[in-house]
Every structure is written in structure tokens, then in C-alpha cells.
């Protein structure tokens, strides 16, 4: 039987916030992105505002 781990635990929980953060942090860099950097990487304005209104703990596949 596993055993509960504090460790495993505090480590999971330190993990799910980093990547909270970084998609909030992403997502309000792509809101910021001029029609040109956004056809550089293949989505319309229309995209980024959708993706980048987006709460930080939805994940995009």
C-alpha cells in the first residue's frame, strides 16, 4: 500500500503552481502581441484573445 507523503505532496503542489503561473504569465504576453508576431505564429487576433481571456487553470491540449 502507498504511503501518504508530505514531500510528494508539497513537490506536486509546487509544480501545479509554477505552470499556473507561467500560463497565466504566457497568456497575457500573447494578448500583448502586435497582428505581426501573431500571423508569425499562425493565429489570428481573434485566437489570441480567446486563448489569452482564458482563466490560468484551463488547459489548452
Do not use: N, V
Not at 40 to 55: H, L, N, P
Request: without cysteine; glycine residues 4%; aromatic residues 8%.
Amino acid at each position: 500500500m502507498p504511503r501518504f507523503s508530505l514531500i510528494q505532496l508539497r513537490y506536486q503542489l509546487r509544480s501545479q503552481i509554477r505552470a499556473y503561473r507561467e500560463r497565466r504569465r504566457s497568456r497575457r504576453q500573447l494578448l500583448t502581441l502586435d497582428d505581426r508576431l501573431l500571423r508569425d505564429i499562425g493565429i489570428t487576433r481573434a485566437q489570441a484573445q480567446k486563448e489569452g481571456r482564458k482563466s490560468f487553470w484551463k488547459h489548452t491540449t
